[in-house]
């Protein structure tokens, strides 16, 4: 007699990636810099609670208030040391990162790395978002590579 146990369950789906959410101190901040970055947002969204848009590909980025997040998580207080996300905007050209590193900065945003020609073959620099997340602009130095 066997007494090896057979599953009669059905197989689970594979989740699927489908959202990035970010935690944000100041709505309308972090939305005119993500703007900055080609991320479209309804209009008014500044004070919304809850914002989200869809990226190509159909992956979606949120952003929600500490207000909205202490809603349902009480004890929820923002992190405190180096940010452990990193978004990352490809620029098309390494002029493009340039220019979109030097929009950011002249609107007033902080800088974390100023532009340069990276090793690994592109020019890279990054950003700080309203909340200190670092924000990558790339592209490739040679015209093809990724």
Same mark, same amino acid.
């Given at each position: 007699?066997?007494? =090896?146990?057979?599953?009669?369950? =059905? ?6 990636? !489908? &959202?990035? #959410? ?17 991320? *479209? ?8 609670? $809850? ?7 159909? &992956?979606?980025?949120?952003? !929600?208030?500490?207000? =909205?997040?202490?809603?349902? $998580? ?6 405190? #040391? ?7 905007? $490809?620029? #098309? ?9 030097? *929009? ?16 690994? #073959? ?6 700080? !978002? ?5 924000? !990558?602009?790339?592209?490739? =130095?040679?015209?093809?590579? $990724?």
């Amino acid at each position: 007699m066997n007494s =090896t146990p057979t599953s009669t369950s =059905t197989p689970t789906r594979v989740p699927r990636f !489908d &959202l990035i #959410g970010l935690v944000v101190s100041d709505m309308a901040a972090s939305l005119a810099f993500y703007r900055r970055l080609g991320l *479209e947002f309804a209009e008014g969204a500044e004070s919304a609670p $809850h914002v989200e848009a869809v990226l190509p590909g159909g &992956l979606r980025v949120a952003f !929600d208030t500490e207000e =909205t997040v202490r809603s349902f $998580h009480e004890g929820w207080r923002p992190p405190a #040391g180096g940010g452990r996300i990193g978004l990352a905007f $490809h620029c #098309g050209t390494p002029e493009g990162v340039d220019a979109t590193y030097e *929009e950011l900065t002249a609107a007033g945003h902080k800088s974390e790395l100023a532009p340069f020609d990276a090793f690994w #073959g592109q020019r890279y620099a990054v950003a700080l !978002d309203p909340d200190g997340n670092g924000v !990558d602009l790339f592209a490739p =130095t040679d015209p093809r590579g $990724h």
